[in-house]
């Protein structure tokens, strides 16, 4: 049973150069939604996250004990 047990956990990916927040979320696996990420991050509205900045995501991972 412990195959089917995840949570959403906090990790740090970079953006690479032009990618919006949108396409870096879709490649990274992020499951917040933008707004969201964006007031984790500090980022301002409608912008796209600084090229080899460390981003805060959220991903589903399954439980490692």
């Given amino acids: 049973d412990r195959e089917r047990v995840v949570g959403l956990r906090l990790r740090l990916a970079t953006p690479e150069g032009g990618e919006s927040?949108?396409?870096f979320s879709t490649r990274v696996g992020n499951?917040?939604?933008a707004?969201?990420?964006?007031a984790i991050n500090g980022l301002?509205?409608?912008s796209?996250?600084?090229a080899g900045a460390t981003v805060k995501v959220?991903?589903?991972?399954?439980?490692n004990p």
């Fill in 35 to 38: 707004d969201l990420t964006r």
């Fill in 21 to 23: 927040l949108e396409s």
């Fill in 44 to 46: 301002p509205d409608d």
């Fill in 31 to 33: 499951q917040w939604p």
């Fill in 48 to 50: 796209t996250p600084p």
């Fill in 58 to 63: 959220g991903r589903v991972e399954r439980y």
